[in-house]
């Protein structure tokens, strides 16, 4: 059964640093390109980083040269480390497929894992 566990939130200062991971568990999320998402208070959710199987990177504008995605194909999991981070990267952060690496889309799939709160104060 598929499953996404993320986890290393957490409340920090303007400038320090954090590192999400996301354990997966299901056949689709070994092969396939991952990413990391994120949704603040009352706006829509964006992908701000994505991963294909091989190491093929693409971010979001917002977090170029600040986030950096990785993955582990033989543990199936996933990180995002996040530095320089800003109060406007406060949301809940969660992981998930990717449609498409070059417009990072988001698709509203019908499983999502519980997600990891990042809070970032000023």
């Known amino acids: 059964q598929a499953q996404l566990v993320e986890s290393g939130g957490g409340l920090v200062q303007a400038g320090g640093s954090l590192r999400l991971s996301c354990a997966a568990s299901?056949?689709?999320?070994?092969?396939?390109?991952m990413g990391w998402y994120r949704q603040a208070p009352g706006k829509q959710r964006e992908l701000v980083a994505a991963i294909t199987r091989v190491g093929s990177t693409n971010y979001a504008n917002s977090v170029k040269g600040r986030f950096t995605i990785s993955r582990d194909n033989a543990k199936n999991t996933v990180y995002l480390q996040m530095n320089s981070l800003k109060p406007e990267d406060t949301a809940v952060y969660y992981c998930n497929l990717v449609l498409s690496m070059a417009t990072m889309t988001v698709y509203d799939y019908n499983y999502w894992g519980q997600g990891t709160q990042v809070t970032v104060s000023s």
């Open positions: 299901g056949s689709s999320y070994s092969i396939n390109p």
